[in-house]
T-cell receptor, first 113, second 111 residues
């Protein structure tokens, strides 16, 4: 059983479209995250949710809207996609504040053309 | 703010060579420190961690010691294999539901 699963794995779309990425974890963790990894492998946190409550929103454009229907799911919706949104998006989960480490999903490679 | 600095790559080694990847950090308080590994096309995997000063994290032959006096957490392995080729990330968590990652160091191991 996959611990943190993201779908889709690849997403190619045109500028201006709206798309969603889904994430689910079966570890019983209470905190979930979205990270963006750019082409140079740099990882930057976008959002973190604890028990479905938004805790961190790191200067991400309003076009990005996370939704956590329950503790096991954290989805990311992106409106009006831009070329600069092309990246790999990772979902992760942890227990509590993350001081014992994260479990990552395998990533969603988003390409905006 | 909190930050992590790790040595730039790529690092290229021959099989069975000794590996060191340097990592230093800046943080208020007493963060937990981590090394994650990312194999091509995959997500990050937690490799090892240390939660307090002088702790040594170890896994799969890799080791790192939490050095508060030098604010460092260098990754070492005595004999690397081709299968160790990956990107390695040093990271810290000081609570607050956020982990800060270094820029990553790519390791190539030649047979």
């Amino acid at each position: 059983d996959t611990a943190v699963s993201q779908t889709p794995k690849y997403l190619v779309t045109q500028m201006g479209n709206d798309k969603s990425i889904k994430c689910e974890q079966n570890l019983g963790h209470d905190t979930m995250y979205w990270y963006k990894q750019d082409s140079k492998k740099f990882l930057k946190i976008m959002f973190s949710y604890n028990n479905k409550e938004l805790i961190i929103n790191e200067t991400v454009p309003n076009r990005f809207s996370p939704k956590s229907p329950d503790k096991a799911h954290l989805n990311l919706h992106i409106n009006s996609l831009e070329l600069g949104d092309s990246a790999v998006y990772f979902c992760a989960s942890s227990q509590g504040t993350g001081e014992v480490g994260y479990t990552f999903g395998s990533g969603t490679r988003l390409t905006v053309v | 703010g909190d930050s992590v600095t790790q040595m730039e790559g790529p690092v290229t080694l021959s099989e069975e060579a000794f590996l060191t990847i340097n990592c230093t950090y800046t943080a208020t308080g007493y963060p937990s420190l981590f090394w994650y590994v990312q194999y091509p096309g995959e997500g990050l995997q937690l490799l090892l961690k240390a939660t307090k000063a002088d702790d040594k994290g170890s896994n799969k032959g890799f080791e790192a010691t939490y050095r508060k006096e030098t604010t460092s957490f260098h990754l070492e392995k005595g004999s690397v294999q081709v299968s160790d080729s990956a990107v390695y990330f040093c990271a810290l968590s000081a609570g607050g539901f956020k982990t800060i990652f270094g820029a990553g160091t790519r390791l190539f191991v030649k047979a």
